[in-house]
Nanobody, 122 residues
């Protein structure tokens, strides 16, 4: 079992930055594949970025060049650094984890956090 808790969301002006954090429970968290997703009301959850095999990283086109995922395994933490934020980045951001390798962008992760709201004003 893995419990995920996101934090770091908030209100920021366009062009600004935020760093989201995902704190995970579980002694073997380093063995899990982790991803970030986001969701706006009345739309499907959208893939943002994920760790794949051998810590390869896969970014959605919308995140490339602006967002950076990182993890600190000894601390059981995953981060999402978001720079040059745009109003269209406004969403609830979720951290997700799986102990098996999944196809990129799938939402079939076993564990999800409760989400953290990011609002970007124009």
């Amino acid at each position: 079992q893995v419990r995920l808790v996101e934090s770091g969301g908030g209100l920021v002006q366009a062009g600004g930055s935020l760093r989201l954090s995902c704190a995970a429970s579980g002694r073997t968290f380093s063995a899990y594949y982790v991803a970030w997703f986001r969701q706006v009301p009345r739309k499907e959850r959208e893939f943002v970025v994920a760790f794949g095999r051998s810590d390869n990283i896969y970014y959605a086109d919308s995140a490339k060049g602006r967002f950076t995922i990182s993890r600190d395994n000894p601390k059981n933490m995953v981060y999402l650094q978001m720079n040059n934020l745009k109003p269209e980045d406004t969403a609830v951001y979720y951290c997700a984890a799986s102990n098996i390798l999944l196809l990129v962008a799938t939402t079939k992760y076993d564990y999800w956090g409760q989400g953290t709201q990011v609002t970007v004003s124009s």
